[in-house]
């Protein structure tokens, strides 16, 4: 690990000693989770990026059936057999 000093307000300070208690884990590891699941959030699709890419696979694929918009339940239930029974 590589050690970096940060400088917090009071109240930031605070909240964090009384979250990481709450939590039984050490301030320091409570920023590491934090920034973690900061990074990840950066990483991840955009609602309008994942809108995006799923309307540009409209249409690429076919299934070969002709009714399939208007008995989709049906296809769906044959396909994962009788789970609701």
Avoid: C, P, W
């Avoid at 039984?24 to 989770?33: F, K």
């Avoid at 950066?42 to 399939?68: C, H, P, W, Y």
Wanted: net charge negative; no cysteine.
């Amino acid at each position: 690990m590589i050690r970096t000093q940060i400088q917090l307000t009071e109240e930031q300070s605070q909240t964090l000693k009384e979250m990481a208690q709450e939590r039984g884990v050490s301030m320091a590891e409570l920023i590491r989770q934090s920034i973690e699941n900061f990074i990840r959030a950066r990483n991840q699709l955009t609602r309008e990026e994942k809108r995006r890419k799923a309307l540009a696979i409209m249409g690429q694929f076919s299934s070969g059936v002709s009714d399939l918009s208007t008995n989709h339940d049906q296809y769906l239930a044959e396909a994962y057999g009788d789970f609701g029974e």
